[in-house]
């Protein structure tokens, strides 16, 4: 039998998505659900950050209060 099964791509370039979805699961553990009224900070080599690019883009273009 044959199941769907989840890929999380490794990203391109400047992209890591699975440690945006990470970073994301811990920011919603850490400080509830609903994470539209925090305010997020990003410090270090952003030019280079594959995580902070992938995680900025999730926060922009996901749902994220669950």
């Known amino acids: 039998m044959h199941r769907p099964t989840d890929i ?3 990203g391109a370039g400047r992209e890591d ?3 945006a979805l990470t970073d994301l699961y811990t920011i919603k553990e850490r400080f509830g659900t609903n994470i539209d009224d925090l305010t ?3 410090l270090g080599d ?3 950050a594959g995580a902070a690019h ?3 883009e999730l926060l922009a273009t996901a ?3 669950v």
């Open 8 to 10: 999380i791509s490794e």
């Open 54 to 56: 992938a995680l900025i």
């Open 17 to 19: 998505p699975a440690q």
């Open 63 to 65: 749902q994220c209060h």
């Open 40 to 42: 997020l900070g990003f």
């Open 46 to 48: 952003l030019r280079s």
